[in-house]
């Protein structure tokens, strides 16, 4: 029997309906690395611990959402207004901080190596809710995201039991490094190295059950002296026996972007893995720029791992 074709609008309403690659990753268009003239409903307040500044954003209804289940989203790196914006162009009502610490994965990595610190944080953060709210807060969720060298704090959080417990959703935007294997026998070797993506695998796998969401956006930027975001992306995905495909020019509107078109996706279970196209500071910074899309692709698919 002949097979009939598929056209993709009926394509794309089976694939919604049955849940199949649900997640339509965003577009990533060009947008004004600026801020926007819009006033941002919400309250910005500057928080300390032990030396290190972060901002907490409250956004209009936050107080719904005060509970003794309640969820805190992180952001690491770039300047606060960024996170801020995107997070009230998403329609997140959930309490947002924000670390902006300064250049370099390191930097980030240094002040979360204090295994202890994130559990300061919730704790700052859940006295802040009651103490404007009146009601008893406790933050049992926390979605995280990182955009550049934020990594460098995810990879630390994500080593403690405790932490890799609460911590629900990553995504990653153009945001994995890792350093390069040594040379062997006078070649470049590109490799990123084994123990810097072997980090990332625990809760890859978890995501790959259902148990977490771990959403990665990387660009073709190249980076010397370091892995790249892609070949860190790459290095993962190989060391999880999963496979990229190819993302068809006119399948989705991702993929007709005129500067940075989608190119290849890997989906298995709650783990998401976008590759899109640019090699310059742009294709870079465009992935930061679209946090709420990537961020509404998975409320929208109902990507969101049971609370446990």
Known sequence: ???????????????????IHAQ?????????????????????????????NFTLFLPAGWTNTVSSNAVLYVHFHTAPWFPIQEHVRRGATE??????????????RAAFEDTNRLARVLALVESELQKRSGLS???????????????????????????????RRIVLLDSM???????QNGSTNRRPLAAQIDVWLPFAKAAMRGEKTFAITHSQVPTSGYASSAECALALLANLGVNADAVATNSIPAANDPNFPLLKRADAGGLHIWSYGGTEAQAHMTHARHMADVWRALDTAGDTPPRH
Do not use: C, H
């Open 1 to 19: 029997m002949k097979r009939r074709s598929v056209s993709w609008p009926i394509l794309f309403t089976f694939i919604v309906s049955t849940g």
């Open 24 to 52: 339509v990753p965003p577009v990533m268009t060009k947008r004004a690395i600026a801020p926007s003239t819009n006033e941002t409903r919400g309250t910005q307040l500057t928080l300390n611990d032990r030396g290190t």
């Open 95 to 108: 309490p947002l901080a924000v670390f902006a610490l300064g250049e370099g994965s390191s930097t980030y």
């Open 137 to 167: 807060a406790r933050i049992s969720v926390v979605d995280v995201s990182s955009f550049s060298a934020g990594y460098g704090a995810v990879r630390e959080l994500i080593k403690s039991p405790a932490y890799f417990k609460i911590v």
């Open 177 to 183: 490094y890792a350093g390069l294997e040594p040379e």
